[in-house]
């Protein structure tokens, strides 16, 4: 089946826009601990404002008593970053948003999570990808293990540099990045104009 994909991941200000609009809908309730669900009977955690790594708050979206907000955790404001600390229900729910807004049928039973009623293909609004549609999309007609070549060191050097030659310019990842995300689209996307299809974040599928 033919597919449309966002050329690139969903970035903090693209969640935070639909967030806030969920919200004016009461689509979602809003804590100081995250964002929950309010479809079909559904309570689900959303989006998680409190994980911490090592002391360092990592969700740039936070709630400031009043309402959500893009927030400095200490590496500025980032709109154009790919956002995080979504949940695989935060991810579908912000394809139904999308879906909502502009008029379509959204995808998912909240309910249960299915999606289509039991036919993906039949949905009338936006989904995640398949797992397989991903690696479609990702390869563009490449057959290496990334779409920029083969992995030139698998377990990086005794000396611990995890350096890939195929992944840089493609790819944020821990030899490149700081170990921290991104803005979207800085680097050279793959032959069907994807971007960051490897690094700058784990994907939900």
């Known amino acids: ?19 806030l609009w969920a919200l004016d809908q009461g689509l979602v309730t809003v804590t100081e601990d995250g964002i929950w669900d309010n479809l079909d009977g559904s309570t689900d955690l959303l989006m998680d404002f409190t994980v911490h ?3 360092v708050l990592w969700c740039e979206i936070g709630f400031d008593g009043a309402s959500i907000r893009l927030q400095d955790i200490g590496f500025g404001v980032n709109p154009n970053h ?21 008029g379509l049928v959204r995808a998912y039973d909240h309910s249960d999570w299915s999606c289509g009623n039991g036919d993906l293909y039949s949905a009338d609004g936006y989904r995640l ?3 397989a549609e991903w690696e479609y999309a990702c390869r563009a007609g490449t057959t290496t293990a990334f779409y920029s ?3 030139t060191n698998p377990w990086g050097t005794p ?17 490149n990045s700081v170990e921290w995300t991104h803005p979207v689209a800085q680097l050279q996307p ?9 690094g700058n974040l784990f994907k939900w599928v």
């Open 1 to 19: 089946h033919p597919f449309l994909i966002q050329a690139t991941e969903v970035t903090n200000a693209q969640y935070l826009d639909m967030a």
């Open 53 to 55: 790594v090592e002391d």
């Open 82 to 102: 790919p956002v995080k600390m979504v949940t695989w229900a935060g991810s579908a729910a912000y394809c139904d948003w999308l879906s909502l807004r502009q």
């Open 129 to 131: 990808p398949t797992e």
């Open 149 to 151: 070549g083969d992995i």
């Open 159 to 175: 000396e611990g540099d995890t350096n890939e030659p195929a992944l840089n310019g493609v790819a944020w990842y821990p030899a």
């Open 190 to 198: 793959n032959e069907w104009g994807l971007y960051d299809m490897h």
